[in-house]
């Protein structure tokens, strides 16, 4: 059963996801030079596509900068596609007549969209890390610790889309009370992307931010009246 929630979030949010993953390699190939004249002109016109390798990858370009702002709204979308949706389309009670629990229910619904958000963005990532690392194909140094402060934004991806969820999730009328949850992550997330000694503070304010998130949405989901 579980495997079956599993297949039918990944085919519903398949077209947020394939073109998440367009742009992050358009994006990846413009700043590799990788694409070809023709595609790279192509591309130059899309917001933040506009530009050029650079001498010192992850340091002289706004990699991080894309990797946060396309991260995040596929986060944003996939939160309120998986939560907000289902009311709307009348199939919230046909999943909670499923053989299973609430709380299995919706966390399987969590660790499915999280695992989307981070595999969408660690694949550029990734990517771009092997080819700046590949001796000839840039005029700067590279060294892996370079790639920190995008590890960093990338890890803060779930817990916008925890934020997302929780909005799209919660019954309120107000649409900015609504809104709560995905606002109130932004203090947490910037925090975590540009607290020193990140180990000891970045990381376990998101791990903390992330169970509120999930405490809260599994809160909501035992006690909502569908």
């Given amino acids: 059963m579980i495997m079956a929630l599993i297949r039918k979030e990944l085919r519903e949010t398949r077209a947020f996801v394939g073109l998440t993953v367009l742009v992050y390699f358009a994006y990846v190939s413009k700043l590799t030079g990788t694409g070809g004249p023709i595609f790279g002109n192509l591309v130059s016109f899309a917001p933040g596509m506009n530009v050029s390798p650079r001498d010192i990858p992850f340091v002289q370009d706004n990699f991080v900068s894309i990797l946060i702002f396309v991260g995040a709204a596929l ?9 907000a949706w289902e009311p709307s389309q009348g199939t919230s009670l046909y999943l909670l007549h499923l053989p ?3 709380r299995g229910l919706f966390l399987t619904k ?3 969209g999280s695992v989307l958000v981070l595999a969408c963005a660690l694949v550029p990532l990734l990517l771009y890390a092997s080819w700046a690392a590949t001796p000839g194909t840039h005029a700067g140094p590279f060294a892996w610790s370079m790639t920190v402060p995008s590890i960093r934004a990338w890890l803060t991806l779930p817990l916008v889309y925890l934020g997302a969820f929780a909005s799209g999730l919660r019954p309120a009328r107000w649409f900015g009370s609504r809104l709560f949850p995905l606002v109130a992550v932004a203090p947490p997330a910037m925090l975590a992307v540009a607290v020193p000694y990140w180990w000891l503070v970045g990381l376990p304010v998101i791990i903390l931010a992330g169970a509120v998130l999930v405490s809260d949405i599994l809160r909501v989901a035992a ?3 569908y």
């Fill in 75 to 83: 986060a944003i979308a996939l939160g309120f596609r998986q939560s």
């Fill in 100 to 102: 299973m629990s609430r």
């Fill in 110 to 112: 969590l660790v499915t």
């Fill in 223 to 225: 006690t909502r009246d």
